[in-house]
């Protein structure tokens, strides 16, 4: 008799925080027709500024999908979830690898994930490696996939994904590093900025640069650009301002 009402206490205290979890879950279906107009992540990096005493100044610009070049849709899906328009927010092989890798090594450092994820991330959770927050990154991942459409979804993360220090979104990226809108970036400057996103704060040169010419050889690989472009490109130096191993995004 104890053993049953123990089992019935634990599955009413199980039932009642799962409904407090999905409660607090951010109503993500107002995306379909409304922009973000801030993330989880840009308030965290204001906050940082202010603690540092620095400007907190954000730069960016939204652009409806239309509005971005296609060489730059493809570096990003290419180099952050190429089977993004495929999966319904979360890829379970490779989350599966991420999981186990964080638990040989005890780290939840590899991520494993989607585009959808990690706008679900950027828009609502903190950058915590717990695996808690990874678990609600996956709930409110199927939560926009279910509301919104792969479009939105892209749209959404191109325009909010953080891209060097206050800088948010490709269009604002695009203007800051080559002076032109995201509609008219060439497969070269698209990889520059795909070739940011692991590391748009604290990149050195030489490996953004490394990661951009990765970025090309896989372009090239599927026919987006041919073998003679990709042999040309990646020779040209990344920016031509910047101190070769120097901090490329450095502190204001």
Not at 49 to 70: A, E, F, H, T
Not at 85 to 109: C, I, P, Q, R, Y
Not at 143 to 151: F, G, I
Request: glycine share 4%; hydrophobic share 40%.
């Amino acid at each position: 008799m104890k053993r049953v009402l123990l089992k019935s206490l634990l599955l009413t205290v199980l039932v009642g925080a799962l409904s407090y979890f999905y409660t607090t879950l951010p109503a993500v279906s107002v995306l379909k027709n409304s922009n973000p107009k801030s993330s989880a992540l840009m308030e965290l990096r204001d906050q940082e500024n202010k603690q540092k005493k620095l400007p907190v100044s954000r730069q960016q610009i939204w652009v409806p999908y239309g509005k971005i070049s296609d060489h730059l849709k493809k570096a990003v899906l290419i180099s952050e979830d190429a089977s993004f328009f495929s999966h319904k927010g979360v890829d379970v092989n490779e989350l599966k690898e991420a999981l186990k890798k964080d638990f040989e090594t005890m780290s939840f450092k590899r991520g494993g994930s989607t585009i959808t994820m990690q706008l679900a991330k950027n828009l609502y959770l903190t950058p915590s490696k717990s695996p808690l927050r990874k678990i609600t990154e996956v709930i409110i991942a199927w939560q926009l996939e279910y509301s919104l459409s792969k479009t939105r979804i892209f749209e959404i993360y191109l325009n909010v994904v953080e891209l060097g220090r206050n800088i948010y979104g490709v269009e604002a990226a695009s203007r800051h590093y080559f002076e032109k809108s995201a509609v008219n970036l060439n497969p070269l400057e698209a990889a520059t900025l795909a070739a940011l996103l692991p590391s748009p704060r604290t990149g050195l040169r030489k490996n953004v640069l490394y990661r951009r010419n990765l970025v090309l050889a896989r372009l090239a690989s599927v026919g987006h650009i041919t073998q003679e472009e990709y042999n040309r490109v990646k020779q040209m130096r990344l920016f031509q301002k910047v101190e070769e191993d120097a901090p490329m995004l450095p502190e204001p």
